[in-house]
């Protein structure tokens, strides 16, 4: 079992409607979820963070957090176009600090 | 634009070269990280500072050598690379060492070994 599992997609959307990206993580120690958005060729940038159970809200972006469930997921409302890029989701190990490990990545794609 | 500087942003060299990749950040982060990613890959962890001391290695071949001469620069020298070694390398900082503190990217140098 992957530490860090996402679906690579690709997720295909249509523009405006809502996209809703999933992670899940092994390790039940896990402390600190990021999501991250990296535009092909380009470097990961932090979009959001999330540390306790429940949603977190930012703009068009909302992560949530189960931690019963090992569970992360991040919905983009009225997805532009712009949005279209791979997701990264990241996971702080417990063991030790900052060893963050990434998910595959999923691969969105916003349709006009 | 991002806060953490990388130069150069490209890089090609012959496997017996030497050469250094730099990193530079000013917003007094005192963790910093060097990351590989491989085309359609996540980034793969290869090195942590924290308050300009090595504190993570991952196993990394010793062709690759960190070295953090000061809280806000971070070095990563190179030499006798192999074409498997050709990715795009990715500096990070934190605030600290502490796993809520998130970790923020630069631009990253894409390195081809010939």
Known sequence: QKEVEQNSGPLSVPEGAIASLNCTYSDRGSQSFFWYRQYSGKSPELIMSIYSNGDKED????AQLNKASQYVSLLIRDSQPSDSATYLCAVNRPQGAQKLVFGQGTRLTINP | DTE????PKHLVMGMTNKK?????QHMGHRAMYWYKQKAKKPPELMFVYS???LSIN?????????ECPNSSLLNLHLHALQPEDS???????SQDWRSVQP????DGTRLSIL
């Open chain 2, 87 to 93: 990715a795009l390398y990715l500096c990070a900082s």
């Open chain 2, 103 to 106: 970790q923020h990217f630069g």
């Open chain 2, 20 to 24: 250094s990749l730099k990193c530079e």
């Open chain 2, 4 to 7: 953490v500087t990388q130069t």
């Open chain 2, 51 to 53: 308050y300009e001391k």
């Open chain 2, 58 to 66: 991952e196993s990394v071949p010793s062709r690759f050598s960190p």
């Open chain 1, 59 to 62: 703009g068009r972006f909302t």
